[in-house]
């Protein structure tokens, strides 16, 4: 899974909403949605912003920690 994948996935859980949910905000279908997150699709970059927005993530949060340091 990339780090994308896995910090996008992580925010969803943290806040506790549901994929019909953040399809709905981030103007996705539902399907197309759990097919980018089960890594069976590539995220398209409007898309990418749009879950960034809904979800409140900044381009810090798909850092590494190393890279953080510096």
């Known amino acids: 899974?990339?780090?994308v994948i896995s910090v996008i996935n992580d925010r969803i859980k943290e806040r506790?909403?549901?994929?019909?949910f953040?399809?709905?905000q981030a103007h996705m279908k539902t399907d197309l949605l759990s097919k980018t997150l089960n890594?069976?699709?590539n995220m398209?970059?409007?898309e990418?912003?749009?879950?960034?927005?809904?979800?409140?993530l900044t381009l810090e949060?798909?850092?590494a920690p190393a890279q953080m340091a510096e």
């Open 1 to 3: 899974m990339s780090k």
């Open 16 to 20: 506790g909403v549901t994929l019909v």
């Open 22 to 24: 953040v399809s709905k």
């Open 39 to 41: 890594g069976n699709r």
């Open 44 to 46: 398209k970059a409007d």
């Open 48 to 56: 990418f912003v749009n879950l960034c927005q809904v979800l409140d």
């Open 61 to 63: 949060d798909f850092k």
